[in-house]
Nanobody
Framework: QVQLVESGGGLVQAGGSLRLSCAASGTIFSFHIMGWYRQAPGKERELVATITSVGSTNYADSMKGRFTISRDNAKNTVNLQMNSLKPEDTAVYYC????????WGRGTQVTVSS
């Protein structure tokens, strides 16, 4: 069983930056894909970015060039650096681990004020 705990959310002005972290209770080495997703009020959960065990990344189009995902298998963490934040980035951000099983964290709120 793996537990994922997100941190680093908060309130930031448009144009600002935040760094989200996801700490796994167990090893994430076996998870081929780690990812960040988000869900805004009244909207479906959507992909933000994913990273494979060998470091290949994938971003949603609206996040390309602004967000950077990284993982540290030794520390069992996945991070999301978010720059040039916009009000439409306001959402709850979730960490996900995809492997033999699929795990989700409880999320961290990000609010971007205009």
């Amino acid at each position: 069983q793996v537990q994922l705990v997100e941190s680093g959310g908060g309130l930031v002005q448009a144009g600002g930056s935040l760094r989200l972290s996801c700490a796994a209770s167990g090893t994430i080495f076996s998870f081929h894909i780690m990812g960040w997703y988000r869900q805004a009020p009244g909207k479906e959960r959507e992909l933000v970015a994913t990273i494979t065990s060998v470091g290949s990344t994938n971003y949603a189009d609206s996040m390309k060039g602004r967000f950077t995902i990284s993982r540290d298998n030794a520390k069992n963490t996945v991070n999301l650096q978010m720059n040039s934040l916009k009000p439409e980035d306001t959402a709850v951000y979730y960490c996900r681990a995809i492997g033999p099983n699929d795990y989700w964290g409880r999320g961290t709120q990000v609010t971007v004020s205009s």
